[in-house]
Nanobody, 120 residues
Framework: QVQLVESGGGLVQAGGSLRLSCASS????????MAWYRQAPGKQQRELVA????????IYADSVTGRFTISRDNAENTVYLQMNSLKPEDTAVYYC?????????????WGQGTQVTVSS
């Protein structure tokens, strides 16, 4: 089992910045990857925002490339999402997701989500 606790959401004006944090209950080196997803108001599906793999490879959604940066602190077992140049369309609940490999299977774990609201 992996517990994830997100923090750092809030209300910010367009053009502003926020940094989200996701603290893991287990060592990040034990995980295949960590990722941030978001679910916008009125949307049923969560979309991938950014992912960081165990080898430090990073991938980003096209809509956030150049504005958002995913990083990790292995000593703190925490993954961050630095969000700059925020736009109203970035408004969403942001979720942290961890993928753990257990033998031949992969298990996914989600945090509770943190609200990000960008005003125009």
């Amino acid at each position: 089992q992996v517990q994830l606790v997100e923090s750092g959401g809030g209300l910010v004006q367009a053009g502003g910045s926020l940094r989200l944090s996701c603290a893991s209950s287990i060592s990040l080196s034990s995980l295949v990857s960590m990722a941030w997803y978001r679910q916008a108001p009125g949307k049923q599906q969560r979309e991938l925002v950014a992912r960081i793999f165990n080898d430090a490879t990073r991938i980003y959604a096209d809509s956030v490339t150049g504005r958002f940066t995913i990083s990790r602190d292995n000593a703190e077992n925490t993954v961050y999402l630095q969000m700059n140049s925020l736009k109203p369309e970035d408004t969403a609940v942001y979720y942290c997701k961890a993928v753990l490999s257990t033998g031949s299977q992969y298990s996914s774990y989600w945090g509770q989500g943190t609200q990000v609201t960008v005003s125009s």
